[in-house]
């Protein structure tokens, strides 16, 4: 548990101090680009605040994860009422867990984005920043009819079980 919430904190802080993605790097070091392909210009990713995560699917089978993934159900359950739906992917544990975690974390915005469903994200986009603290929680996707849609951590949640 303590684990993950580090590696997710160094992940956050390495941001803070570098490009992390490769794509969005080359796209913010080129205004003209991320104009073409409709990034924003004001983006968190240009300021070194934002990370488009995934996480290895092994997450869902390796042993010495299975506490986490049984605490992430157990709380999903508790705020909830209800069980997770089987087929989440591994990028979801991860957005609920950072949904989870928004104070501890200090998160901006955790965006639940794209992929086939919801449940299913492509990767989970994460932005934290001294400047704001927006505690923001939003799913985009086809299912969203492309639109950013902002919910509360429980409206979120219940989405998925
Ligand atoms: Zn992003």
Redesign the pocket.
């Known amino acids: 548990m303590h684990k993950f919430l580090c590696i997710i904190k160094q992940g956050i802080l390495l941001t803070r101090r570098c490009f992390w993605?490769f794509e969005?790097d080359i796209r913010c070091l080129n205004p003209l680009l991320n104009k073409l392909v409709g990034g924003s210009a004001t983006?968190q990713?240009c300021r070194g605040e934002?990370?488009?995560c995934a996480l290895s699917p092994r997450f869902m089978t390796e042993p010495s994860m299975s506490a986490l993934r049984r605490e992430i159900k157990t709380r999903v359950t508790e705020i909830t009422g209800k069980l997770l739906r089987p087929d989440v992917n591994t990028n979801f544990m991860l957005f609920a867990y950072v949904c989870l975690n928004l104070k501890e974390l200090d998160i901006d915005q955790v965006?639940h984005?794209y992929g086939e469903d919801f449940g299913r994200p492509a990767?989970v986009?994460i932005?934290s920043s001294r400047r704001m603290d927006k505690r923001q929680v939003l799913i985009v996707g086809s299912y969203t009819k492309w639109r950013y849609l902002r919910l509360t951590v429980e409206e979120t949640l219940a989405y998925a079980t």
């Open positions: 993605n969005d983006s990713h934002a990370a488009d965006i984005e990767w986009h932005a």
